[in-house]
T-cell receptor, first 115, second 110 residues
């Protein structure tokens, strides 16, 4: 079956712009989480959505937001981009909410470069 | 102190070597432990997970957990060049978010 699909795979934006990243989870999966990966900080949790509701949020500023649609597809948005937002943004999906007993599958990520 | 600390690496070993990758954690609430493998320019993939203290084996891979010391390890036997990747330990917290170690990059030389 198809895995987690993220688009776009690569993008370059200018400081101050905004960006929207998209994630299609594995068919039947209702939970979508977003992570930011940088060489300095590693993988950091952004937020989790389940049934169109944000269930958990990490320690990121309000410039980072997301949403989930009725078909479980999710988008995340970063406004007023800063150079430090350059990172690999990873989407992960699982059948249920939370990580206990749920296998989590990651997409290949969206590489964002802010110049 | 970070919740999850992982040996920084990088690590380079000859083909066939036994590899030991380690993480320590500070949060006693962590009860469930995972190892992910991430190839260059790819997303992480779940390699192994375990709930309890002790060893869990899967082919050439063994995950070991010592809850009393808050220490987990991943052993790779007979390492292959195809094992060259970044390995990340991860633990779900009470709010279900995954907390990752920073990852260690392993290179297996033919």
């Amino acid at each position: 079956k198809a895995g987690v699909t993220q688009t776009p795979r690569y993008l370059i934006k200018t400081r101050g712009q905004q960006v929207t990243l998209s994630c299609s989870p594995i068919s039947g999966h209702r939970s979508v989480s977003w992570y930011q990966q940088t060489p300095g900080q590693g993988l950091q949790f952004l937020f989790e959505y389940f049934s169109e509701t944000q269930r958990n949020k990490g320690n990121f500023p309000g410039r980072f937001s997301g949403r989930q649609f009725s078909n479980s597809r999710s988008e995340m948005n970063v406004s007023t981009l800063e150079l430090g937002d350059s990172a690999l943004y990873l989407c992960a999906s699982s059948l249920g909410q939370g990580n206990f007993g749920n296998t989590i599958y990651f997409g290949e990520g969206s590489w964002l470069t802010v110049v | 102190q970070k919740e999850v600390e992982q040996d920084p690496g990088p690590l380079s070993v000859p083909e066939g070597a036994i590899v030991s990758l380690n993480c320590t954690y500070s949060n006693s609430a962590f009860q469930y432990f995972m190892w992910y493998r991430q190839y260059s320019r790819k997303g992480p993939e779940l390699l192994m997970y375990t709930y309890s203290s002790g060893n869990k084996e899967d082919g050439r891979f063994t995950a070991q957990v010592d809850k009393s010391s808050k220490y987990i390890s991943l052993f790779i036997r007979d390492s292959q060049p195809s094992d060259s990747a970044t390995y990340l330990c991860a633990m779900p917290g009470a709010n279900s978010k995954l907390t990752f170690g920073k990852g260690i990059t392993l290179s297996v030389r033919p």
